[in-house]
């Protein structure tokens, strides 16, 4: 393996090697290293205790010390440094309840899958592999270590796992372990909301999210863990505008034609439709009234129940309930318009709406639109400087209260139309306009 090793792993690596304990870069970054991906963690492997490795550097941050687990903390960045060992019975659904230290080989049976379970010598140049997952990367194949029911029943979060390796890397699940998760699936139910949430997120962001959706549906973990999507299968939509087929086909198609999206632009692509199901009247054609405010609605109760962030539940309830605003740019005023544009979550509806409309119909004449009009519009535009304030409608005699903000919400309209642009007009365009109205 011709690898390109991060500085950072290496100095650990050394540095325990010179205090005279085996140490060997160890699972996901080996498997991409092998692939010829650049891995995004760097994972040691090492006969030495927490203990052992606080002596050895100068900042070390004791993340599972129970576990033989702690992070080394260096310019390059942080490293995971863990004990070889053997585990115990797990008796929570997540951790053994016991461990004791054991050498290479044995840490490896200890994980989930083949092409997990491989550790590389960066002194020597050699995989040491225990588990053939060497093979099973060659054949593409995801395969649990040992018996598939026993690796997915010590940690249910592994179900997922294997769903996005799956995915992620265009891998096929070895027909034992296919079988063993699905029969295995109603237990994620199990797992707390943060961690499927963040595999979920994972799945959705990694790359192959189309093929990851499909084997969640497939395995039955997409009914357990998101119900709400399900209901999309067979909801039916007018041929004209989404000749790919129903709501649900449409959503998956949709990952297709997003280049690397934010976890929000993500669940936001998978939840933008979740409305149409409860919303769908069918009379001489098929329609779903409001479907984007229910769904807004939809989409803040599910990333409320996986504990996602006040602001990244925020950001998705708003790109789902815009997401069809964007087909109304025509018929906007010039102030309504600029206004959308300079939404901060703008840029991202905008790729949603892509993504929408490649899903679908294919036509993208508002996207290039809204392009042009972001190209020309300077942000001195977009956000001109304030003409007047409060203080200004005090001092024309009008007492304040919540039609000061229509006010000037109104003389922000006429400067973005270009109607005013001077502290002047602004005053005039008040007395003129507005104040009969108070």
């Not at 891998?171 to 994620?188: H, K, N, Q, S, V």
Request: glycine share 8%; hydrophobic share 45%.
């Amino acid at each position: 393996m011709d690898a390109d090793i991060d500085s950072g792993a290496l100095r650990v690596v050394e540095t325990l090697r010179r205090a005279g304990f085996q140490a060997l870069l160890a699972g996901g970054c080996v498997r991409d290293l092998a692939l010829g991906r650049v891995p995004k963690d760097w994972d040691v492997a090492t006969a030495a205790g927490p203990e052992e490795v606080a002596a050895l550097f100068e900042h070390t941050v004791a993340v599972g010390a129970q576990f033989g687990i702690s992070v080394v903390v260096l310019d390059e960045g942080d490293y995971e440094v863990a004990r070889f060992r053997r585990d115990g019975p797990y008796r929570d659904g997540r951790r053994p309840a016991s461990i004791e230290p054991a050498d290479a080989r044995a840490d490896a049976q200890r994980r989930d899958f083949t092409i997990n379970g491989l550790f590389y010598d960066p002194e020597s140049g050699a995989i040491l592999d225990y588990v053939g997952g060497q093979c099973d990367l060659r054949a593409g194949i995801i395969r649990a270590i040992g018996d598939p029911a026993a690796r997915f029943a010590e940690d249910d979060l592994r179900l997922l796992r294997a769903v996005r390796f799956a995915a992620r890397l265009g891998f096929a699940i070895e027909p034992a372990t296919w079988d063993a998760l699905c029969a295995r699936a109603g237990c994620i139910v199990g797992v707390s909301a943060e961690r499927i949430r963040d595999e979920l997120t994972l799945l959705l962001t990694e790359g192959g999210a189309r093929c990851g959706l499909r084997l969640l549906d497939q395995s039955g973990l997409l009914p357990a863990v998101l119900p709400e999507v399900v209901a999309m299968q067979g909801v039916p939509q007018e041929a004209e505008f989404h000749p790919e087929g129903d709501v649900w086909t449409h959503v998956q198609l949709l990952f297709e034609y997003l280049d690397k999206p934010s976890a929000e632009l993500a669940w936001s692509a998978l939840l933008h439709d979740i409305g149409k199901p409860s919303t769908m009247v069918q009379t001489e054609r098929i329609r779903f009234h409001g479907h984007d405010a229910v769904g807004a609605k939809m989409a803040a109760a599910i990333c409320g129940r996986l504990r996602m962030s006040n602001e990244a539940r925020e950001r998705i309830r708003v790109l789902v309930a815009d997401h069809m605003r964007i087909g109304n740019v025509h018929k906007m005023r010039p102030s309504t318009l600029m206004r959308l544009l300079r939404e901060p979550h703008f840029p991202e509806l905008l790729q949603l709406h892509r993504a929408d409309c490649l899903a679908s119909h294919g036509q993208l004449d508002l996207y290039e639109f809204c392009q042009e009009q972001m190209a020309k519009l300077k942000k001195e535009q977009l956000r001109p400087p304030r003409l007047i304030s409060g203080g200004d409608l005090i001092a024309l005699g009008l007492q304040p209260g919540p039609r000061f903000k229509e006010i000037l919400a109104a003389v922000e309209d006429a400067q973005l139309e270009g109607r005013i642009d001077s502290r002047e007009e602004a005053l005039d365009f008040v007395q003129t306009h507005l104040t009969g109205c108070e």
